[in-house]
């Protein structure tokens, strides 16, 4: 269909919008923002418009094949992979449910529409088949153990980087005026390629999310939960009233000191400011302490204690065995040193060796 074709134009301009609108949202920082909500609620508006003169115009068809579709139709493929992913960027929690499986129809849509044309490759046509069935583990069944999907994962995350750097190379050549249809063409494919690999990552996260959501409780039973959490809080509160139990601290004799003075007085209020510790707080308040006692003095401070009490004996050893150097110019201790040899020689003469030793004596 040529460009000039009022439909056409009316297309084109549509789509450009949709794509601008697509680019604003990537500014927004608070996803729960009104304006974020209103922003999205435009984009999906423009997208569904223009799926809408798609299907007027018939652009596509099951009977043709790739080199059939013009390169200037080639990016309105996109149409339904664009709705799912602003279908996704809604987070109503009351129609959640609704709009996963809205932005799952969307999706198989456009991967259907790809798999016509052959654009899917074995394990993208493989993937597409299974998506059939809302399973939160249908896309593990594709590989027979789990080092074969983990492979497979890093594959695809390798040719997504080198796709996306295709895609930046090929952007910046759209841009000059001297560009190919060849190009362009390979621009469109590139962007399908990397729209059908983010469409299944998308589809096994909505299964997860679908499962998920399944198993969660609705609305009518949180508030069912909600009121019966309040009656029992109520009847609990009933029955500490019929047992005479209060949460006013009682001003007995426990709450006052050794000097008598009363901590509260008689109503309850506090006198003078105190600190209730129960045993639980005690206990918690020696878990961080150490298990054994810690030393109260120095090693030579003990020593000196032990020494004064008279715990030490000093002396003996090698040295206790050293006879000191007698000092010649000493006289007094001179005759002191002689008399005792004397004394001593005078006391084996008259002790002779055995003399003591009579029990063996014949």
């Not at 654009?119 to 088949?129: I, P, R, W």
Request: a negative charge; aromatic letters at 6%.
């Amino acid at each position: 269909m040529s460009e000039t074709d009022p439909a056409s134009s009316s297309l084109k301009s549509l789509w450009e919008k949709a794509e601008r609108q697509r680019k604003d949202l990537s500014t927004f920082t608070d996803y729960n923002s009104i304006a974020y909500k209103n922003a999205v609620a435009e984009a999906l508006a423009t997208v569904s418009t223009c799926k809408d003169v798609i299907n007027n115009l018939s652009l596509f068809s099951n009977n043709e094949i790739l080199e059939d579709a013009a390169t200037n139709e080639l990016k309105y493929i996109l149409a339904d992979a664009y709705r799912g992913e602003l279908l996704l960027k809604q987070h109503d929690r009351s129609t959640r449910l609704s709009t996963l499986h809205d932005a799952r129809t969307a999706y198989r849509s456009f991967l259907s529409l790809c798999d016509s044309y052959a654009l899917l490759g074995s394990y993208e046509k493989k993937a597409y088949q299974v998506s059939d069935k809302i399973s939160p583990t249908v896309f593990s069944e594709i590989h027979i153990d789990a080092a074969a999907r983990r492979n497979a994962k890093i594959e695809q995350y390798k040719h997504e980087k080198e796709l996306k750097a295709k895609l930046d190379q090929l952007s910046n050549l759209a841009q000059s005026p001297n560009v190919d249809d060849e190009d362009i063409r390979s621009l469109y494919l590139s962007q399908i390629e990397l729209a059908v690999m983010q469409s299944l990552q998308q589809l096994e996260g909505i299964y997860l999310e679908i499962d998920i959501l399944g198993k969660a409780p609705s609305e009518e039973q949180l508030l069912e939960q909600r009121r019966r959490q309040q009656e029992e809080d109520e009847r609990s509160r009933r029955r500490k009233a019929d047992d005479g139990y209060s949460d006013r601290v009682d001003p007995s004799e426990i709450f006052r000191k050794a000097n008598g003075r009363p901590l509260l007085s008689s109503d309850g209020k506090p006198l003078r400011p105190f600190t209730l510790l129960s045993n639980r707080e005690i206990v918690k308040g020696g878990v961080f302490g150490p298990g054994h006692r810690l030393p109260t003095m120095t090693i030579d401070d003990y020593l000196e204690a032990e020494k004064q009490r008279g715990g030490i004996i000093e002396g003996g050893g090698e040295a206790s065995g050293r006879q000191p150097e007698p000092d010649e110019d000493n006289l007094e201790l001179a005759d002191q040193e002689t008399y005792k040899a004397r004394q001593w020689d005078e006391f084996k003469e008259a002790n002779p060796k055995g003399s003591g030793n009579t029990i063996n004596r014949g």
